[in-house]
């Protein structure tokens, strides 16, 4: 699957959380999800927006990266964040895992590793009670 056919599945199933998802489907729109966000971010800083908000910290205390989101890229993520969730969905079908692992990720780090960690493995290699694997779907 090319990032620009995976891409578009993605966003043609929107909100479609059933059947199963293949690994590149699934990173090549992760990917996609990232760069739109980190495009946004840019633009949200060349045009002068200001972050959403600004968590206080002491004065002596200087992170290494800044990670606020400003208005665009926050809409951006927003936007893309149901068909990010419904991908994931599908993903974890193909692992033969349930919807439900998704909620993993309100566990900061520990969930993303989880998650990632789930979707990174091999699919099954035949029907699985979400349906046929991601090569014999037929759309």
Same mark, same amino acid.
């Given at each position: ?43 949200? @800083? ?23 989101? @400003? ?69």
């Amino acid at each position: 699957m090319t990032p620009a056919e995976a891409v578009q599945r993605c966003l043609s199933r929107y909100a479609d959380f059933a059947g199963r998802a293949g690994q590149a489907e699934f990173w090549w729109f992760l990917l996609f999800v990232c760069v739109v966000c980190l495009v946004f971010s840019i633009l949200d @800083s060349a045009l002068g927006f200001e972050p959403l908000w600004v968590a206080p910290r002491p004065p002596e205390f200087e992170p290494m990266f800044e990670t606020r989101p @400003s208005p665009l890229s926050g809409i951006a993520f927003l936007a893309l964040l149901c068909p990010l969730l419904a991908v994931g969905a599908r993903r974890l079908h193909d692992r033969g895992r349930d919807a439900f692992w998704l909620v993993a990720l309100l566990l900061p780090i520990v969930g993303l590793v989880i998650v990632l960690g789930f979707c990174a493995l091999e699919g099954e290699p035949e029907e699985n009670r979400f349906g046929p694997p991601p090569g014999r779907q037929g759309g």
